[in-house]
């Protein structure tokens, strides 16, 4: 029903992808070579069996592809080609509004700042978005725009395999705990958003946290996000991919996230550690129409979780069919399109395939994307801008004979 024709021409959304897992392999590689990275392999072909493999053992597994991505990005123009050709690709499978992530402090060095890291972004992704809209269609108004945001992520561990930014932190602050060195950073990076934000006037949407989830508890990075609240920049936080409901309760209760990433072990009472809950499956209930009720969007990535869970087996015994079941708000994204060798086209056949999705349901998981996006723009833009997209959407599914309400 969906062909590849169909699923492509659909306007579509990624709200969970981060720039430095979906490098283009040919990219890293040149990369490398230019700048004198030693990888793992030289070949396409090697990287993929030592790194960006099918399926790993632990999400902790999953991440160590990144201190290779992350080497090559070190430099202004490195990061400028790697934000551009994100957008172009996005662009070529019909996205027509994307978030790209990165942790802007895994990039800072003597040569550059987070300010400079996250001018070089903008600067590839706003020259993807000025060819894109200057297409015949677009210009004439038949097409969405092509738009975008940057959400910048502080980490869960901050440690000193990470960056150098950590070690300007213990030079500056010699007897900081590596735990307290998680907060201070993750509130200078809130910071550093907010004034690139206001300074510079990049749309810089939205705040997350990433990393290794378990052991790494959300509150250490209360402050930053309580920052980022007061300063209305929007919140999401990588919760329920590694452990469980606590972690997620943590995220929309004391980080105020307004959307989740991931959100996986959603309903999984049996993870429930605390001692205060009596009840883990009455807790894990009123958690998800807690979630349900406000509307708080899960980015869901289907590929990264079936790599980094291998227990799921298959797209059908994954936790969406419970999300889609309980009617939460869900879209559906890449995470990694370089470390998941996937692109969102791929996320929705998965889905479709897997879980014999509706073209309403089809519809939900896109316009979701585009209603719950950290949109760059007023209120009454944004709203005009999603009603474009509905109803380009709906003329699409017509003309395809798909009758949805």
């Not at 029903?1 to 979906?22: I, N, Q, W, Y």
């Not at 060195?181 to 910071?191: F, P, R, T, V």
């Not at 049996?270 to 899960?298: C, F, G, K, N, W």
């Amino acid at each position: 029903m969906f062909s590849p024709e169909l699923l492509r021409a659909l306007p579509k959304t990624d709200l969970h992808v981060h720039l430095d897992g979906s490098l283009r392999l040919e990219t890293l590689l040149d990369l490398a070579r230019s700048r004198g990275v030693a990888l793992p392999s030289d070949t396409p072909e090697g990287l993929n069996d030592l790194l960006f493999k099918p399926s790993y053992g632990s999400l902790e597994e999953y991440l160590a592809g990144f201190a290779c991505t992350t080497a090559v990005l070190q430099d202004p123009e490195a990061l400028e080609r790697a934000a551009w050709e994100l957008a172009r690709d996005n662009i070529d499978e019909g996205v027509r509004y994307v978030e790209v992530r990165l942790a802007p402090q895994l990039h800072v060095n003597v040569r550059q700042d987070v300010d400079d890291v996250l001018r070089a972004v903008h600067r590839g992704l706003e020259r993807a978005a000025r060819e894109q809209n200057a297409t015949p269609g677009v210009a004439a108004g038949r097409e969405p725009r092509f738009q975008f945001g940057i959400i910048v992520c502080a980490l869960r561990m901050f440690t000193p395999q990470f960056s150098w930014y950590y070690e300007h932190l213990t030079r500056v602050l010699p007897d900081l705990e590596r735990k307290r060195c998680s907060g201070i950073a993750s509130l200078q990076l809130a910071q550093a958003a907010v004034r690139v934000r206001d300074r510079y006037g990049l749309p810089v949407v939205g705040f997350d946290l990433a990393g290794h989830e378990h052991g790494y508890p959300a509150i250490d990075h209360v402050e930053a996000y309580r920052y980022a609240h007061e300063h209305f920049l929007k919140r999401t936080v990588h919760a329920g991919e590694a452990y469980g409901p606590e972690s997620i309760f943590q995220a929309i209760t004391a980080l105020h996230a307004d959307r989740l990433g991931h959100g996986y072990h959603l309903f999984d009472a049996d993870l429930i550690t605390s001692a205060s809950v009596e009840d883990p499956d009455r807790y894990v209930a009123e958690l998800a129409q807690y979630i349900a009720d406000r509307r708080i969007t899960l980015e869901v990535c289907i590929t990264s979780n079936l790599q980094t869970n291998p227990s799921i087996g298959s797209v059908a015994g994954h936790r969406i069919r419970r999300m889609l079941d309980a009617r939460l708000s869900v879209t559906l994204c890449t995470d990694n399109r370089l470390i998941s060798h996937t692109t969102v086209c791929r996320e929705y056949e998965r889905a479709i395939e897997g879980l014999g999705l509706t073209p309403n349901q089809v519809r939900d998981l896109l316009i979701y994307g585009f209603k719950r996006s950290f949109y760059p723009g007023g209120y009454k833009e944004k709203r005009t801008y999603v009603r474009q997209v509905i109803d380009h959407l709906d003329g699409i599914l017509a003309e395809a004979g798909m009758v949805v309400r």
